[in-house]
């Protein structure tokens, strides 16, 4: 059974700092591709970050620079390691895998597991 469980949300002040986790279980996720994605109050889900298989990183505009996906194999987890954080990054993050790809997506339609999310707030 796959499973994904995130931790690390919290809440912090603009300008802040906060490393989310993604424990994998259920499946080899090495082969798979990996993402973060995010949603607002009041607003559709986004893709935050993702990987293809190869571990080849994309990141949504708004983050570029401030924030880094990767993953430790070995220990089957995600990160996502967030800096300069803004109050509009505030939502549920969730993490998410998919089949392999080439090419990281951050189109959220290609993921079919996902985890139960964890809050993250950014105060100003």
């Known amino acids: 059974q796959v499973r994904l469980v995130e931790s690390g949300g919290g809440s912090v002040q603009a300008g802040g700092s906060l490393t989310l986790s993604c424990e994998v279980s259920g499946y080899s996720y090495d082969t798979y591709s990996m993402g973060w994605f995010r949603q607002a109050p009041e607003k559709e889900r986004e893709g935050v970050a993702t990987?293809?298989?190869?571990?080849?990183?994309t990141y949504a505009d708004s983050v570029k620079g401030r924030f880094t996906i990767s993953k430790d194999n070995a220990k089957n987890i995600l990160y996502l390691q967030m800096t300069n954080l803004k109050p509009e990054d505030t939502g549920m993050y969730y993490c998410?895998?998919?089949?392999?790809?080439?090419?990281?997506?951050?189109?959220?339609?290609?993921?079919?597991?996902w985890g139960q999310g964890t809050q993250v707030t950014v105060s100003s």
């Open positions: 998410a895998s998919g089949p392999s790809r080439t090419v990281p997506t951050l189109r959220e339609g290609w993921f079919n597991y």
């Open positions: 990987l293809n298989t190869a571990g080849d990183p």
